[in-house]
């Protein structure tokens, strides 16, 4: 059965870098635009970036813009998030799926989802 895999997330501080992996099993994803979304204690899970197939398009929430880029390597199946200059309000677990259909910034557009990995940001 399709999966998506997060790993790459820890407890870093104010200004630290991290890059998040997503490694997605099976042919489901071959073909698909992939993105990453973050849920907070307490909140809606929200829209963080997104990328096409080839990587031609890419897609960011304006929180995160000129921060953080989202790439992926096909032939590794396996879809990455760079985050620069982290922030306490960063802290949330991260999550990334399968677009399928639709605008890239609703969680409704999105399956195959991974179980998340915990970013946490100290002040």
């Known amino acids: 059965q399709a999966q998506a895999a997060e790993s790459g997330g820890g407890l870093v501080q104010a200004g630290d870098s991290l890059r998040l992996s997503c490694a997605a099993s099976g042919r489901t994803f071959s073909g698909y635009p992939m993105g990453w979304f973050r849920q907070a204690p307490g909140k809606e899970r929200e829209f963080v970036a997104a990328?096409?197939?080839?990587?031609?398009?890419?897609y960011y929430a304006d929180s995160v813009k000129g921060r953080f880029t989202i790439s992926r390597d096909n032939a590794k199946n396996t879809v990455y998030l760079q985050m620069n200059n982290l922030r306490p309000e960063d802290t949330a677990v991260y999550y990334c799926?399968?677009?399928?259909?639709?605008?890239?910034?609703?969680?409704?557009?999105?399956?195959?989802w991974g179980q998340g990995t915990q970013v946490t940001v100290s002040s």
């Open positions: 990328i096409t197939w080839l990587g031609g398009s890419t």
């Open positions: 799926a399968r677009h399928f259909g639709g605008d890239y910034y609703h969680t409704g557009h999105y399956n195959y």
